[in-house]
């Protein structure tokens, strides 16, 4: 049985793909662990038709984001690795710099100090010097960043066909085998 994989969804806009990744760690029949901050419950109310009950439904288990002492808190607590999606400036700070004020944060120190798999989804533009900054020095301690940049040789149809291309992308660093776009096969 694959391990469970812990879910962090952010307030920055594009609550869609942490969504999008819930369904499909549901439909593969991956175990996993929600932490939703505040934002993320916003802006699941302001962008998208999903209640908030909806979304908390799509997890296998769901943390309250205060509480530090949940198992996902511990390295002890075997995982597949973490993809915050998508991930704040504010959450990408917070990761690089270690600064654990919340069970989002700790989860993803976590995953990092036990040399698990940790996925950014980025989700801010333009970027200035300071938010590249950060994303080096999350990728020096061992995260991928890997902004929701939508690629277009697999000739999306429809917002979901780039959606899921961005969270295939994130599920392949974790390993985890999926049908989620076309993979590129040559000319």
């Known amino acids: 049985m694959t391990k469970p994989i812990i879910v962090g969804i952010t307030g920055a806009?594009?609550?869609?793909?942490?969504?999008?990744?819930?369904?499909?760690?549901?439909?593969?029949?991956?175990?996993?662990h929600l932490v939703l901050s505040e934002g993320g419950i916003?802006?699941?109310?302001?962008?998208t038709d999903h209640t908030i009950q909806e979304v908390l439904d799509m997890a296998t288990t769901v943390h309250d984001i205060n509480n530090i002492g949940a198992n996902i808190a511990s390295g002890s607590f075997l995982t597949a690795g973490m993809i915050i999606a998508p991930c704040t400036m504010k959450t990408l700070s917070a990761v690089a710099n270690s600064f654990d004020y919340?069970?989002?944060?700790?989860?993803?120190?976590?995953?990092?100090?036990?040399?698990?798999?940790?996925?950014?989804?980025?989700?801010e533009t333009p970027l200035h010097k300071g938010h590249l900054?950060?994303?080096?020095r999350a990728a020096d301690i061992g995260a991928m960043i890997l902004p929701p940049v939508p690629a277009f040789y697999h000739r999306p149809k429809t917002i979901a066909d780039i959606i899921n291309q961005s969270i295939g992308k994130a599920l392949d660093f974790l390993s985890v085998e999926h049908r989620?776009?076309?993979?590129w096969s040559g000319v």
């Open 42 to 47: 916003r802006n699941i109310d302001i962008e």
């Open 133 to 136: 900054k950060l994303m080096l």
């Open 13 to 32: 806009s594009g609550v869609i793909y942490g969504i999008s990744l819930l369904k499909a760690l549901r439909d593969l029949e991956i175990n996993t």
């Open 102 to 123: 919340n069970l989002l944060i700790r989860a993803a120190d976590v995953t990092l100090k036990e040399k698990r798999r940790l996925v950014l989804m980025v989700r």
């Open 180 to 183: 989620l776009f076309d993979r």
